[in-house]
């Protein structure tokens, strides 16, 4: 069993920027094979924000293409979110698939993050 725990999300002014981190642990050893940014703004459909494997280099959403940036490091996965917009407005939630003694896909609580002036 692998936890994720997520925190960075708040509120921020238009064309702000807010960092996003999403740590997972767990009682056995674990690699990860691809981490994943998804948000969910309500009444809206879920979509994938940004993905990053370790075959190769990271894909972003269409709406933040240029503004986002994935990063890895270890056993956390990063979101690096600048020149937000009020259409940013979500709760992002982080995503790893895990192979190892531990296999499988897992996702953190979520975080809110909130672009507003």
């Known amino acids: 069993q692998v936890q994720l725990v997520e925190s960075g999300g708040g509120l921020v002014q238009p064309g702000g920027s807010l960092r996003l981190s999403c740590i997972a642990s767990?009682?056995?050893?674990?690699?990860?094979?691809?981490m994943s940014w998804y948000r969910q703004a309500p009444g809206k459909e879920q979509e994938l924000v940004a993905v990053l494997t370790r075959s190769g280099p990271p894909e972003y959403g269409d709406y933040v293409q240029g503004r986002f940036t994935i990063s890895g490091d270890k056993n956390t996965v990063y979101l690096q979110m600048n020149s937000l917009t009020p259409e940013d407005t979500a709760v992002y939630y982080c995503n790893m698939y895990v192979v190892g003694t531990t296999i499988g896909e897992y996702w953190g609580q979520g975080t809110q993050v909130t672009v507003s002036s």
């Open positions: 767990g009682s056995s050893s674990f690699s990860i094979y691809r």
